[in-house]
């Protein structure tokens, strides 16, 4: 399995712009989808975004529709979600998934996982 490790997360304002970064290891990057989730405290995990192996295809969860964007860089295996207009709402553990497929892959396929990074929106 891979690893992962994301970065990018603290505290902001509502309405400020934040960029998560997700550097993954240890696999052909190149082989997998990528997505973000995240969890707030006394919810399930929620999907955020995903993007496929070459970064054409990109779905978005509807509470983020519009206001995040994911993006990757293959040559250096990172995974990018640029947040902006962020809303209390927003306030969560932001976790980078990984599926090898260069399919489509659903929500469930996302397998391997890093250990998240906090992001707390103050309003």
């Known amino acids: 399995q891979v690893q992962l490790v994301e970065s990018g997360g603290g505290l902001v304002q509502a309405g400020d712009s934040v960029r998560l970064s997700c550097t993954v290891s240890g696999g052909s990057f190149n082989d997998y989808a990528m997505a973000w989730f995240r969890q707030a405290p006394g919810k399930e995990r929620e999907f955020v975004a995903r993007?496929?192996?070459?970064?054409?295809?990109?779905n978005y969860g509807d509470s983020v529709k519009g206001r995040f964007i994911i993006s990757r860089d293959n040559a250096k295996a990172t995974v990018l979600l640029q947040m902006n207009g962020l809303r209390p709402e927003d306030t969560a553990t932001y976790y980078c998934a990984a599926a090898r497929t260069r399919g489509i892959a659903y929500p469930e396929d996302f397998d391997s996982w890093g250990q998240g990074t906090q992001v707390t929106v103050s309003s």
């Open positions: 993007i496929n192996w070459i970064g054409l295809v990109t």
